[in-house]
């Protein structure tokens, strides 16, 4: 069938995007689903850091490749095999598919699917094909879902059922965003009751950690941001406390609980110097390969400190989003509060400007 997607033609371009135009939006060719996958109408999909890494060069990925990992649609066809998803059910793309059946799938979630993290580098689906083209040519998925488009096709151990009654909005943002952020709260994070939380960048990953912290019984929250607006909307959402890494080391904070969520070494500098001796420091953000960090490590032995990295929040999607959609039907989990603007296919290149900017949370394209 023919479809209208966002296309990386190069990585690398300079900026602004909304001039150099990266992303080109036009028409592609897609191929049924094969044996195994789904056939899903993009309703929603959100625009994250792991997108604009692939965009600007810092993450590694063949081009030309039809981006989006963070959506939401309904299955219109499924594959030779699929039997436990029924044509008409809502469900939410997840950017790590798990074969449930290799060394790292057994670890509950702590380490990434071996074939799943294969199949995403090289830019197919998990079995080793691609389902797009463009003028004969192949084009490669992003993280196995591609959902910068009104349709997609995705390995079925890529999307996750979820009820009807769940926004698509909302329901995209828990494939990545709530994934990642709330994950490690709960997963590698673990707070008790009476702990003290602090998330270090406020973007739509750390927004989302803080907004699952305060789900938490008896939990206070603090946000950490260099940037005013960020923490403006940190306090709007209920967040405790706020305050500058540099005011954050004047006032001798302490957390029980650290979620680095940038992707930046001083960053994650700041977050171990803000966790409290018997602490954990989260780190969830994807620096460049390149980067290093500074650190003494006296205080991980004297003080008992932990530094745990966690990617995809350490989630097992068929356990935690069902986890998620029950906070959010409790409404503990205001999960439509991350979303800063909804925007169109064709405005993505300025979107990816705004994002590189630090100006929005989560911009979510609409297909409907």
Same mark, same amino acid.
């Given at each position: 069938?023919?479809?209208?997607?966002?296309?990386?033609?190069?990585?690398?371009?300079?900026?602004?995007?909304?001039?150099?135009?990266?992303?080109?939006?036009?028409?592609?060719?897609?191929?049924? =689903?094969?044996?195994?996958?789904?056939?899903?109408?993009?309703?929603?999909?959100?625009?994250?850091?792991?997108?604009?890494?692939?965009? *600007?060069?810092?993450?590694?990925?063949?081009?030309?490749?039809?981006?989006?990992?963070?959506?939401?649609?309904?299955?219109?066809?499924?594959?030779?095999?699929?039997?436990?998803?029924?044509?008409?059910?809502?469900?939410?793309?997840?950017?790590?598919?798990?074969?449930?059946?290799?060394?790292?799938?057994?670890?509950?979630?702590?380490?990434?699917?071996?074939?799943?993290?294969?199949?995403?580098?090289?830019?197919?689906?998990?079995?080793?094909?691609?389902?797009?083209?463009?003028?004969?040519?192949?084009?490669?998925?992003?993280?196995?879902?591609?959902?910068?488009?009104?349709?997609?096709?995705?390995?079925?151990?890529?999307?996750?059922?979820?009820?009807?009654?769940?926004?698509?909005?909302?329901?995209?943002?828990?494939?990545?965003?709530?994934?990642?952020?709330?994950?490690?709260?709960?997963?590698?994070?673990? =707070?008790?009751?009476?702990?003290?939380?602090?998330?270090?960048?406020?973007?739509?990953?750390?927004?989302?950690?803080?907004? !699952?912290?305060?789900?938490? *019984?008896?939990?206070?929250?603090?946000?950490?941001?260099?940037?005013?607006?960020? /923490?403006?909307?940190?306090?709007?959402?209920?967040?405790?406390?706020?305050?500058?890494?540099?005011?954050?080391?004047?006032?001798?904070?302490?957390?029980?609980?650290?979620?680095?969520?940038?992707?930046? =070494?001083?960053?994650?500098?700041?977050?171990?110097?803000? !966790?409290?001796?018997?602490?954990?420091?989260?780190?969830?953000?994807?620096?460049?390969?390149?980067?290093?960090?500074?650190?003494?490590?006296?205080?991980?032995?004297?003080?008992?400190?932990?530094?745990?990295?966690?990617?995809?929040?350490?989630?097992?999607?068929?356990?935690?989003?069902?986890?998620?959609?029950? /906070?959010?039907?409790?409404?503990?989990?205001?999960?439509?509060?991350?979303?800063?603007?909804?925007?169109?296919?064709?405005?993505?290149?300025?979107?990816?400007?705004?994002?590189?900017?630090?100006?929005?949370?989560?911009?979510?394209?609409?297909?409907?």
């Amino acid at each position: 069938m023919r479809i209208r997607g966002a296309v990386l033609e190069e990585t690398g371009r300079s900026r602004p995007y909304a001039e150099s135009r990266p992303l080109s939006v036009g028409e592609l060719e897609l191929a049924p =689903p094969g044996p195994g996958e789904l056939l899903v109408r993009i309703e929603a999909a959100g625009l994250c850091h792991s997108d604009l890494s692939v965009v *600007d060069g810092n993450r590694a990925r063949p081009v030309p490749m039809l981006l989006g990992h963070e959506a939401a649609g309904v299955v219109e066809e499924v594959g030779a095999g699929v039997t436990d998803v029924a044509m008409g059910t809502r469900v939410v793309m997840t950017f790590l598919p798990r074969c449930g059946d290799c060394a790292a799938c057994a670890t509950d979630g702590l380490t990434p699917c071996e074939p799943g993290s294969a199949a995403n580098a090289a830019g197919t689906l998990m079995a080793g094909e691609r389902r797009l083209s463009r003028d004969g040519r192949p084009v490669h998925h992003h993280l196995g879902v591609s959902g910068f488009a009104g349709h997609a096709v995705v390995d079925r151990r890529s999307a996750e059922p979820v009820p009807g009654d769940v926004p698509a909005v909302e329901a995209s943002l828990l494939g990545c965003a709530v994934l990642t952020g709330g994950g490690a709260v709960i997963n590698a994070g673990r =707070p008790r009751p009476g702990d003290t939380v602090a998330v270090v960048g406020l973007g739509g990953v750390g927004m989302a950690a803080a907004l !699952t912290a305060l789900a938490q *019984d008896d939990v206070r929250v603090v946000g950490v941001d260099r940037l005013p607006g960020k /923490l403006e909307r940190a306090r709007a959402i209920g967040v405790h406390d706020v305050c500058t890494p540099e005011e954050a080391r004047e006032r001798g904070l302490k957390a029980a609980v650290v979620i680095e969520a940038v992707g930046d =070494p001083a960053a994650l500098e700041a977050a171990v110097d803000l !966790t409290a001796a018997g602490g954990r420091t989260v780190t969830v953000g994807l620096p460049r390969s390149d980067a290093r960090i500074s650190l003494s490590p006296l205080g991980f032995v004297a003080e008992g400190r932990s530094l745990v990295g966690s990617y995809l929040g350490s989630a097992v999607p068929s356990r935690e989003i069902p986890y998620f959609v029950g /906070l959010w039907r409790a409404g503990r989990l205001p999960v439509g509060s991350l979303v800063s603007s909804t925007i169109t296919l064709d405005e993505i290149n300025s979107g990816m400007d705004e994002l590189a900017d630090g100006r929005a949370l989560r911009q979510v394209i609409r297909f409907d």
